[in-house]
Structure formats: structure tokens, C-alpha cells
């Protein structure tokens, strides 16, 4: 019964991992160029390096709590779903890390 239970657990769609996680700065990117606002326009505006906000729009760099609400003050994009998303998008990186499963299995082997 208890292997039923699993595998049913596991066969949830809320349970699925998307093929291409989706990072927020493609969220942010596409609203940013439907809006027809320069990249280094809307940096200066947000008074962080151009550098900065294009490492994130191009989903190079993580999603910071600061820079999330700055996104959400220039686009009005909510701040705590992007911030979710990027948790979100690093728990998946994470688990298809393979150097960082082995660490985790041999941590759970001590434990």
C-alpha cells in the first residue's frame, strides 16, 4: 500500500517539474520589451548597473529581494511571486545537479 501511496504522490501534476524552469528575469525581460523601455534606461532609473539588471533579465544571475522590488516598482510585477519563482527555478537547478546529489547522499548516509 505505502509503494501505491508513492507512486500516486509522485504521478500529482502538482509534483512535475517543468523541462525549462522558468527564471523570473524572462518574466521581467518580456515586460520590460513589451514595454518598449531600454534596458540601461529602466538600470539608471533604478539607480543598479546596467550590468546588474541584464545578468538577471538574461537569467545569468539570481533574482535578489532588492532588485525584485525595484521590478515591481518600475513594472508592476509583484515582488513575492518573482522571488518564489527564483526559489523555485534554484530548487530545480539544484536537483539536476549531479555533483550536488552526490554531496546530498552522502550527507544523508551520516545522518
Do not use: W
Not at 500500500?1 to 501534476?13: D, F
Not at 546596467?50 to 509583484?78: F, H, P, W
Amino acid at each position: 500500500m505505502n509503494l501505491q501511496l508513492s507512486i500516486m504522490k509522485e504521478m500529482i501534476t502538482n509534483n512535475l517539474e517543468p523541462a525549462y524552469p522558468t527564471h523570473p528575469g524572462e518574466i521581467s525581460k518580456g515586460k520590460i520589451e513589451y514595454r518598449g523601455i531600454s534596458q540601461k534606461k529602466l538600470a539608471a532609473e533604478m539607480d543598479v548597473s546596467y550590468s546588474l539588471l541584464n545578468e538577471v533579465l538574461n537569467c545569468k544571475r539570481q533574482l535578489k529581494t532588492e532588485m525584485a522590488l525595484l521590478i515591481e516598482a518600475a513594472l508592476g510585477l509583484d515582488a513575492e511571486p518573482l522571488l518564489k519563482m527564483q526559489a523555485r527555478y534554484n530548487m530545480i537547478i539544484a536537483k539536476r545537479n549531479s555533483k550536488f546529489i552526490d554531496k546530498l547522499n552522502k550527507v544523508r548516509k551520516i545522518a
